[in-house]
């Protein structure tokens, strides 16, 4: 029997040293392992589809929840965690701000500057750039996807930037196939949490109905992100067993969703699963005393 041998015996696992070397970094470079660090937890995974505000997402704030938010997506729901893939500038600086947000950003962020939005609605450069900002973990990206070792390597996939085929052969071509989704998930299956939820994963845009926020997109992003939608189905479908393997279950809460690869549970029975074991009736007397 070997160190990388799966099971030993019968009802004994040898773990896997920190999923395969992921790491993640203070903005002073310091190494930080936060693997399984939520082990056997669920998790609220919250995305920007319209279908989020329709959610009572008041719920997501009981105790037991944890929430992810990618995005602009903090501007509907303050949530525990947080993720991005793109520039530094293009979400809300108060959500970069907030203290109380951990959030898990690409290592190549580090020195860019958030932008501010003056009274009159004109954009404007802050004076502040990520690596000044507080409860910030970086993290390594990589940018070819591979459905079969997807959590297991060393570094956070987005998806495909080059001019190449992805492992199932979907092409890059015009459109570039990438997105915070697939780094929320692969930093939450590493930060333990075995079940996720989605909410706002409508996975269909149109010019009227981009986002659960206020923001406007030409209709030339609407054709990109619909394109975009259709490849991550292909994907998680393919990612299906992986996930399965690695005991990481992902439900869809979303109402008449674009995305089908995941199977659906409703709002409400998710969040009474998530927060069934902290949901029990709080009595504080004789703690102190016996």
Same mark, same amino acid.
């Given at each position: 029997?070997?160190?990388?041998?799966?099971?030993?015996?019968? +009802?004994?696992?040898?773990?896997?040293?920190?999923? !395969?070397?992921?790491?993640?970094?203070?903005? &002073?470079?310091?190494s930080v392992s936060l693997c399984d660090f939520y082990r056997g937890r669920h998790a609220f995974l919250v995305l920007s589809g319209p279908s989020l505000a329709t959610h009572d997402l008041a719920q997501l704030t009981r105790r037991g929840v944890v929430t992810m938010g990618v995005n602009n997506s903090w501007a509907v729901h303050r949530p525990n965690l947080w993720t991005c893939v793109d520039s530094a500038g293009r979400f809300i600086d108060t959500g970069w701000k907030d203290p109380g947000i951990l959030k898990f950003v690409p290592?190549?962020?580090? !020195? /860019?500057?958030?932008?501010?939005?003056?009274p009159n609605g004109a954009m404007a450069a802050s004076a502040f750039r990520v690596k000044q900002i507080p409860s910030v973990l970086l993290y390594r990206r990589s940018e070819h996807f591979d459905h079969r070792r997807f959590l297991d390597e060393d570094v956070v996939c987005w998806g495909n930037h080059t001019a190449t085929k992805d492992s199932l052969g979907i092409p890059v071509s015009?459109?570039?196939?990438?997105s915070v989704m697939l780094a929320a998930l692969r930093l939450l299956q590493y930060l333990g949490f075995r079940t996720v939820y989605l909410v706002g994963a409508d996975f269909r845009m149109t010019p009227d109905q981009g986002y659960?926020? &206020? /923001?406007?997109?030409?209709? /030339?992003?609407v054709r990109h992100n619909n394109v975009l939608y259709d490849s991550l189905n292909r994907r998680f479908e393919a990612l299906r067993d992986h996930f399965m393997e690695h005991r990481f279950a992902v439900l869809n809460c979303t109402p008449e969703s674009g995305l089908t690869a995941f199977p659906h549970i409703p709002f409400e029975q998710a969040i009474e699963k998530a927060s069934a074991e902290? +949901?029990?009736?709080? !009595?504080?007397? +004789?703690?102190?005393?016996?």
């Amino acid at each position: 029997m070997t160190p990388t041998s799966r099971r030993c015996r019968p +009802g004994l696992h040898v773990r896997r040293p920190a999923r !395969n070397g992921l790491r993640l970094y203070t903005t &002073d470079f310091d190494s930080v392992s936060l693997c399984d660090f939520y082990r056997g937890r669920h998790a609220f995974l919250v995305l920007s589809g319209p279908s989020l505000a329709t959610h009572d997402l008041a719920q997501l704030t009981r105790r037991g929840v944890v929430t992810m938010g990618v995005n602009n997506s903090w501007a509907v729901h303050r949530p525990n965690l947080w993720t991005c893939v793109d520039s530094a500038g293009r979400f809300i600086d108060t959500g970069w701000k907030d203290p109380g947000i951990l959030k898990f950003v690409p290592m190549s962020a580090w !020195n /860019e500057r958030l932008r501010i939005q003056k009274p009159n609605g004109a954009m404007a450069a802050s004076a502040f750039r990520v690596k000044q900002i507080p409860s910030v973990l970086l993290y390594r990206r990589s940018e070819h996807f591979d459905h079969r070792r997807f959590l297991d390597e060393d570094v956070v996939c987005w998806g495909n930037h080059t001019a190449t085929k992805d492992s199932l052969g979907i092409p890059v071509s015009s459109w570039v196939k990438r997105s915070v989704m697939l780094a929320a998930l692969r930093l939450l299956q590493y930060l333990g949490f075995r079940t996720v939820y989605l909410v706002g994963a409508d996975f269909r845009m149109t010019p009227d109905q981009g986002y659960a926020f &206020d /923001e406007a997109r030409s209709a /030339e992003a609407v054709r990109h992100n619909n394109v975009l939608y259709d490849s991550l189905n292909r994907r998680f479908e393919a990612l299906r067993d992986h996930f399965m393997e690695h005991r990481f279950a992902v439900l869809n809460c979303t109402p008449e969703s674009g995305l089908t690869a995941f199977p659906h549970i409703p709002f409400e029975q998710a969040i009474e699963k998530a927060s069934a074991e902290c +949901g029990k009736t709080i !009595n504080t007397k +004789g703690w102190y005393t016996t």
